[in-house]
């Protein structure tokens, strides 16, 4: 299971639309006015990157600089094309001598990293610092990344599209009831135990509130909130969403499902709305977000998506 980290979002709420689609607006305006540098931006563009993210990753991919991509972290999965390239460690394992025996003209890391930051500064290596946050701050980042490997156009392009995505979405789902909603994305196998729960920042929040949902922890303004079944039977979700990632075979998963009828009390057990979502879109905040947004909207709002 992935552990998501979270950060606070900014708010662009002047603008009278959803907090999540102004805010992408707003990136895809700025990415937009920035465009004309274009020429000049190409002219550094790095030809040997590394990436440790792998939602960097899918946007270095997205963005068309595959071919300069020369290894990437221990968890890169997509696109297909990873498979064959050399890993060298992720958040807590970067392998700063495999690293450096690529000669990378960028690396790009987690702003946590700060041991092998200070490495790769004493190298001599250029960075570029990523930190997870919320749904429109990933158009911020394919924005500032396009910039960086000189691929403004590309990257104004790829928010345009994650943009219109979201926009579809927002339009099946306009004026429908938002069931109130519990999103899991971590649990202990086959019990109720060790379950954490997606709490009322960061962009798993954004993805379930731009799909029509109400995040029963909402107020609990953390990343992610250990929830027990007490607390899930006070809190009485309409809807729970369990987020898995790896192979699962339709017994396993109707298993899983079932283990929630431990808490019949709760209206999504009693009405059977639960729903387990086995997709990596889900949790890597990158290009695909958008599609991930949607699988969130179908398992909330499946009648919106009937045509």
Known sequence: ?????????????????????????????????????????????????????????EMLFALGAGPQVVAVSSFDEYPPQVANLPRVGALLDPDTERVLSLRPDLVVVYESQVDFRRQLERAGVPMFIYKHAGLADIAVTIGQLGERIGRPGEAAGVVKQINGKLSDIAKRVAGRSKPRTLIVFERDAMVLRGIYASGGIGFLNDMLEAAGGDNIFADVKKQSVQATSELILARRPDVIIEIRVGPISSERREKEIDVWQALAAVPAVRRRRIVLINDERVVVPGPRVAEGTELIARAIHPEAFAK
Request: charged share 10%; hydrophobic share 45%.
């Open 1 to 57: 299971m992935t552990i998501i980290e979270h950060a606070g979002r900014p708010s662009y709420r002047a603008t009278g639309l959803p907090g999540y689609l102004s805010a992408v607006l707003f990136a895809l305006f700025a990415i937009f006015v920035t465009t004309s540098s274009a020429q000049q931006a190409r002219s550094a563009q790095p030809s040997r990157i590394i990436s440790l993210i792998p939602a960097v990753t």
